[in-house]
Nanobody
Framework: VQLVESGGGSVQPGGSLRLSCAAS????????MSWYRQAPSGMEREFVA?????????KYLESVQGRFTISRDNALNTVYLQMNNLKPEDTAVYYCKAKFAYTGMEYWGNGTLVTVSS
């Protein structure tokens, strides 16, 4: 099983980034896919966004609602996080998570760093 995040980097406030998470080794279209983040200050990892297996249900952290959009391409086994109007407080390592709802089995990626600074 592998989850490989990409697309992180440095951006100025108000900028945009698109994160990708490429999955392999499991049946991607049966898993809930989520994004989490952990700030460099050592705060606990927090939920950012999630999408169910068929893409019909999306949930977001309140502070990113309207700025971030989660999407998935089940044909490519990839989940995305489009991040617009980025703010310094969005600076964090962003992690991708896959969860099989029926058993609770979870897989995590290694993260990609997003830095928002002027």
């Amino acid at each position: 099983v592998q989850l490989v995040e990409s697309g992180g980097g440095s951006v100025q406030p108000g900028g945009s980034l698109r994160l990708s998470c490429a999955a392999s080794g499991f049946t991607f279209n049966r898993y809930i896919m989520s994004w989490y983040r952990q700030a460099p200050s050592g705060m606990e990892r927090e939920f950012v966004a999630a999408m169910n297996s068929d893409g019909g249900i999306r949930k977001y952290l309140e502070s990113v609602q309207g700025r971030f959009t989660i999407s998935r391409d089940n044909a490519l086994n990839t989940v995305y996080l489009q991040m617009n109007n980025l703010k310094p407080e969005d600076t964090a390592v962003y992690y991708c998570k896959a969860k099989f709802a029926y058993t609770g089995m979870e897989y995590w990626g290694n993260g990609t760093l997003v830095t928002v600074s002027s």
